[in-house]
């Protein structure tokens, strides 16, 4: 779900390097969509968010949601699993990563968040929460890497 704004941050194709910011609007903007669809209220009883936060999420700001949080969000408003969202979002980056031989200190030096590789290595792996930003971040490296 979260890869597919690859495809919306790279439009024809034909754009060289993908920027984080990028990334980061299409995650907000598929957010928001799914706050719409499914509605405020519905989303306030799946998630741990409290109503103003969703709104929020609603009117673009979800920066700060954890990728958990808006792939409980996408769920919810699309009837999938949100697990099975995640799982293949960590597929991806991780394929990612072996398509652009990267390492997680490669990606930590080469992101503004403030994270160690192991702290990436632990938020790739579930063992961490990772912020939608972080996650814009850390795609734009990997997106932009690969051959």
């Known amino acids: ?3 597919e704004a690859v495809a919306d941050a790279t439009g024809d194709g034909e754009r060289e390097t ?7 609007a299409s995650f ?4 928001a969509e799914a706050v719409e669809d499914a509605g405020v209220e519905r989303v ?3 998630t741990a968010l409290d109503p103003e936060r969703v ?3 609603k009117s673009g700001d979800s920066a700060a949601v954890t990728v958990e949080t808006g792939a409980t969000i996408l769920a919810t408003a699309r009837g999938i699993d949100a ?3 995640v799982a293949e979002l960590r597929d991806h980056l991780l394929l990612g990563m072996t398509t652009a031989v990267l390492d997680v200190d ?5 992101i503004d968040a403030d994270l160690t590789g192991q702290e990436v290595q632990q938020a790739l792996e ?7 930003a972080e996650l814009a971040e850390v795609m734009a490296v990997i997106e932009g890497r690969k051959p």
């Open 1 to 3: 779900m979260f890869q």
């Open 18 to 24: 993908i920027e984080a910011a990028t990334l980061l």
């Open 28 to 31: 907000e903007a598929i957010l």
């Open 44 to 46: 306030v009883e799946a």
């Open 55 to 57: 709104s929020a999420v």
């Open 83 to 85: 697990e099975a969202v």
């Open 106 to 110: 490669t990606i930590a030096g080469a």
């Open 126 to 132: 579930g063992r961490a929460d990772m912020t939608l």
